[in-house]
């Protein structure tokens, strides 16, 4: 595509962000109550006024508002939240807006251009645009308050206020949706994949809440400290502590000192590579995995559920 050509595509594609203002009523230590604003961004996944962004920027909210293309602010509501991956769905009253096209994030490749698309710092006078690329897939990122699996970095600035807009792909498909920042670090920003996106708002739509793929264990990472102290025969994989009673590995029989090496025919050397694993499946699906208990070697079949 020309440079020409792309600068048309991102032009659409603006049309479907949504800036997105939240107000949350606290109390403090005297009772007094106190607004506290919030910014974000989100897009249009449907003319009928259903919005994706970041669960974080609308957490706790009292009212939401979204500032459309050229519209005034408009009321929205929460219709579910995906906490376990950072996504919400929303929905405002309006009709025959422009819907952002979904592309695929399993086609994505390192290298590839992207661009960054949202409301950084609440700035008035439309959406911002950056560009990058993807720097990495499969990273993991982690805090106090939650863990997300399996996102996409990349360099393009994603800043405060871009929480929850689109990252879309020359052609102006959105393959991820931006969602975190390293801080004090440059050119280093996470964003969700668009599958794992469609699934979560597919879920909502459809049963009002989202269930994340789950086994129904506890484990640890095996190092070589570890594998001498439990006398293992293996110094990788993911040690099982604990296995949840009724859970798909509870059903398949796997036990506590078990060390899953292999998922589906994919290196397990963390507890880490087996989330992502996990988090890269979909709910009602077969997984085999290669079990180490004592000496001997075998696989295991279950199948995935979604978390209680």
């Keep these: ?24 009523v606290v109390q ?4 007094r109550r106190t607004p506290l604003r919030g910014i974000g961004s989100g897009f249009i996944i449907e003319p009928d006024g259903h919005i994706v962004t970041n669960a974080h920027v609308v957490r706790g909210a009292d009212r939401i508002g979204a500032v459309l293309h050229g519209s005034d602010l408009v ?9 376990s991956i950072d996504i919400a769905l929303i929905k405002v009253d309006s009709e025959g ?8 994030s399993d086609k994505l490749r390192v290298g590839q251009r992207v661009y960054a698309i949202g409301n950084p710092f609440g700035l008035v006078g439309g959406p911002t645009v950056t560009s990058g690329v993807v720097s990495a897939l499969n990273r993991s990122i982690r805090d106090r308050k939650v863990s997300l699996q399996n ?9 405060p206020g871009n929480s929850g807009g689109p990252l879309v792909d020359t052609g102006g ?3 991820a949706v931006n969602t975190a920042i390293i801080p004090y670090a440059q050119g280093i920003g996470f964003a969700i994949p668009i599958n794992t996106v469609k699934e979560c ?14 086994i129904g264990i506890h484990g640890v990472t095996v190092t070589p400290q570890i594998a001498k102290y439990y006398s293992l025969t293996v110094e990788r994989g993911a040690l099982v502590t ?30 880490d590579d087996l989330r992502r694993e996990i988090g890269r499946r979909r709910i009602g699906e077969t997984a085999h995995l290669l079990v180490i208990r004592g000496r001997q070697r075998g696989q295991i079949d279950l199948k995935i559920e979604g978390r209680p």
């Design 75 to 83: 009321e929205g509501a929460i219709r579910g939240a995906c906490q």
């Design 242 to 271: 604990n296995v949840i009673e009724g859970s798909p590995t509870h059903k398949s029989k796997t036990k506590a000192g078990d060390v899953i090496v292999a998922f589906d025919g994919v290196d397990i050397n963390t507890v």
């Design 151 to 159: 996102l996409v970095q990349t360099d393009a600035p994603i800043n």
């Design 97 to 104: 807006l422009t819907a952002a096209e979904l592309g695929d």
């Design 28 to 31: 403090d230590y005297f009772h």
């Design 173 to 175: 498909r959105v393959i």
């Design 201 to 214: 708002v597919e879920q909502i739509k459809v049963h009002g809440r989202y269930a994340a793929p789950w």
């Design 1 to 24: 595509m020309s440079e020409e050509d792309i600068l048309n595509v991102l032009e659409t594609v603006t049309k479907s962000v949504a800036h997105i203002n939240t107000l949350r």
